[in-house]
């Protein structure tokens, strides 16, 4: 049914009252009120963050935006703390239909097409703002996020998950070989295995919502992240040392399933995808101030931040980019994102 937006200027008493029964009898309102109406649609988010972690903020902005908009014909429930299930599992929900749509690590999609797994390397992208150029640039990223409707999924676009580093239950690491026998916790991915064994590490795949009571029971002994999950997930706690390696800037995408996205208009698709825009610069902008106290909270609360031997880590890093940007699309995506480095 289409709602049509209705502006009376200084309406009668009767004429009120007649309005507010047609729009009671066709279940519309006008623009102005869909804040207050109930949604239509309300689409299920899955999230794998507590309710402070920028994401959770950013998400819970977009849904209110996508309400107003589309004057309430459309709206989103994010669902934190992974209570829709681990990344793994949301994945496989969506692509069924069971979840809408889901925040997951690009190391989820890798496993799907490994194509993805260029966003997902040491030396992609020089910085945030760089990594922002590209991930949401559908000059860059149109092939590769239609790529997936084999699995009934769509990529709507990306979110940073800033620059990822060490941290160890024993330390300062500040070289490979301070890493040596240390079992440090990674997402389940040949690359991402690969990178803590360059690093001087043994990797140990998990889920990520397993990562605290495994270092808190030593079965790992450190892992690796941004400083807004080591707070918000309270790594700090056990893993006391965190070691500034800034290894890789990685990517979170919005993923939705096809059948739920195509059900929408192509007016509201097109305001669902604006929104979606909006949504990542505000996450971006949050992401850094969140960063910046993150550092500061996890410091009162006891833990070092160190640097690294920075050069280090980037020779035993470095082939990695030849070993696994090995195919033509991936070479292409890997060439258009290093143009976008000094814009
Ligand atoms: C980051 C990222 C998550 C991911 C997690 C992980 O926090 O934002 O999407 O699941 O790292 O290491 O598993």
């Known amino acids: ?176 070989a301070d890493l040596k026998g240390m079992k440090v916790r990674v997402q389940a991915s040949p690359a991402q295995l690969d990178i803590i064994r360059r690093m001087g590490g043994s990797p140990t795949p998990m889920s990520f919502g397993e990562v605290y009571t495994a270092l808190q029971s030593g079965v790992i002994d450190g892992a690796e992240n941004n400083e807004v999950s080591y707070l918000t997930q309270k790594h700090y706690e056990t893993a006391g040392h965190f070691a500034k390696t800034d290894h890789e800037i990685g990517v979170d995408y919005l993923v939705g399933g096809t059948k739920v996205l195509h059900s929408m208009s192509a007016t509201d698709r097109k305001v669902f995808n604006q929104d979606f825009q909006k949504t990542a610069n505000t996450h971006t902008r949050l992401w850094k101030k969140e960063t910046r106290k993150a550092i500061a909270e996890t410091k009162r609360h006891g833990a070092t931040y160190n640097d690294v031997d920075k050069g280090a880590f980037a020779d035993a890093l470095h082939p990695l980019i030849k070993q696994y940007v090995n195919d033509a699309q991936m070479t292409k995506i890997y060439r258009q994102t290093r143009k976008k480095a000094d814009d």
Request: charged share 20%.
């Open 1 to 176: 049914m289409r709602c049509l937006s209705i502006r009376v200027a200084g309406p009668t008493g009767v004429l009120a009252l007649a309005l507010s029964l047609l729009l009671a009898v066709t279940g519309c309102a006008a623009s102005p009120d869909a804040t207050h109406k109930r949604p239509q649609h309300t689409l299920r988010l899955a999230l794998n963050q507590t309710e402070d972690h920028p994401s959770y903020t950013a998400l819970e902005d977009f849904g209110k935006r996508l309400k107003r908009d589309t004057d309430g014909r459309w709206t989103i429930d994010v669902y934190p703390n992974s209570t829709l299930g681990d990344q793994e599992d949301v994945v496989q929900l969506v692509s069924s239909g069971a979840v809408d749509l889901a925040i997951v690590s690009g190391t989820q999609l890798e496993n799907l097409n490994k194509d993805f797994r260029v966003f997902n390397l040491p030396e992609v992208f020089d910085s945030i703002d760089h990594q922002m150029r590209v991930i949401n640039n559908p000059a860059i990223t149109s092939d590769l996020y239609h790529s997936l409707d084999g699995h009934h999924l769509r990529v709507v676009g990306g979110l940073t998950q800033g620059a990822r580093s060490l941290y160890t239950v024993d330390g300062p690491v500040r070289k490979p």
